[in-house]
């Protein structure tokens, strides 16, 4: 990543919202929207107290924010918003190059107060001290990445140093749809210490192909998510495709959220199906719910939009574009 590029991806995140104010000061707005994830409400509302002191005129959001993938500056500027304060996210790149900035978005990642050090310099020996390590973590704690490689190097480990995924903007930052950011060394790592909690995010640092010890700052203690865990997960994909390889209409589903919008999977899985004989339909929304889709008459749908939904459906099923392979495989040996 030239200069460049690395200033073009950090200039848009802040640390404090007194940042974002010092910020905002100097620019000709007369009114700011503002959104974030559930959890952070009050300091919303906090927020937008302090910028109505300032002198601005607020709107918020009132839907919860789950990524940066969501940046609701068509519906902040429909309310005569001039910029949107996205909080709780970095900044999302948008993995097929789609603009993402065509509008004054200023991003205040959410960092969790969690004694997240603590764990790591109590729990350390937990990790094998003959292993090259990759460190990556997600948002909310990675305000505390170089204090976790400084520590560990103290205590003899080898770190590699991180990069950005194609989504993210802070290096060794993982999000639900990218952990680029492990894939990208994984070839020079024997493990990665993550700094988070849950399996979702470690799970798919481990499609890397390597363990990840989980520095887990709610369980207090580290624990060891295996490589690849989420081959299951892939092979019941397959099978829910193999299911309904049969049916003639298919649906393809991707979200009007601009960071969610993949329009070349779209065009993609269209494609595959067409090449299939089936008959595809495409379908938008905001949020992406499985009762939306029931009433159809289509079975199986393909998942253009969040990844990360793609398990949360039950009665139809919904698959991801890499799923559709299968179609190949199996119909090659007829
Ligand atoms: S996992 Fe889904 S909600 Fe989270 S950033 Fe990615 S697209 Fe957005």
């Not at 949360?312 to 991801?320: E, K």
Request: aromatic share 10%; hydrophobic share 35%; net charge negative.
């Amino acid at each position: 990543m030239t200069g460049a590029q690395k200033q073009e991806r950090e200039q848009y995140n802040y640390e404090t919202f007194e940042e974002v104010l010092e910020e905002l000061d100097g620019k000709d707005y007369d009114k700011i929207g503002l959104q974030g994830p559930d959890g952070i409400k009050p300091q919303i509302i906090d927020f937008a107290s302090d910028l109505e002191d300032e002198g601005f005129e607020t709107v918020i959001v009132g839907a919860s924010t789950f990524g940066a993938c969501g940046i609701a500056d068509e519906k902040v500027n429909r309310m005569g918003a001039d910029a949107l304060v996205h909080v709780g996210h970095t900044r999302f790149l948008h993995p097929e190059k789609a603009d993402m900035k065509d509008y004054d978005v200023y991003y205040l990642p959410y960092r969790e107060n969690r004694d997240l050090m603590s764990v790591l310099e109590e729990n350390y020996d937990e990790i094998n001290e003959d292993e090259t390590l990759g460190l990556v973590g997600v948002t909310q704690y990675m305000d505390r990445a170089e204090k976790a490689r400084d520590f560990l190097e103290s205590k003899g480990f080898e770190v590699v140093e991180g990069k950005t995924g194609l989504r993210t903007s802070e290096p060794g930052q993982v999000l639900g749809c990218d952990a680029g950011a492990a894939h990208n060394i994984a070839h020079k790592v024997d493990a990665f210490v993550f700094l988070g909690s849950g399996h979702f995010h470690p799970s798919q640092v481990s499609e890397a192909g390597k363990k990840v010890y989980v520095v887990d700052p709610y369980e207090k203690h580290i624990w060891i998510e295996p490589a690849n865990s989420l081959d299951d997960e892939m092979q019941a994909e397959y099978a829910r495709v193999l299911k309904h390889k049969d049916k003639q209409k298919w649906g393809i589903v991707t979200s009007s959220k601009k960071g969610q919008n993949y329009m070349k999977a779209v065009e993609i899985a269209k494609e595959k199906l067409e090449e299939h004989g089936k008959d595809v339909y495409v379908f938008v929304e905001d949020r992406i719910f499985e009762a939306d889709y029931r009433g159809f008459g289509i079975d199986i749908y393909v998942n253009c939009a969040c990844p990360r939904m793609t398990k949360d459906w039950q009665d139809l099923a919904f698959v991801s574009p890499r799923a559709l392979k299968v179609l190949d495989d199996d119909f090659g040996e007829e």
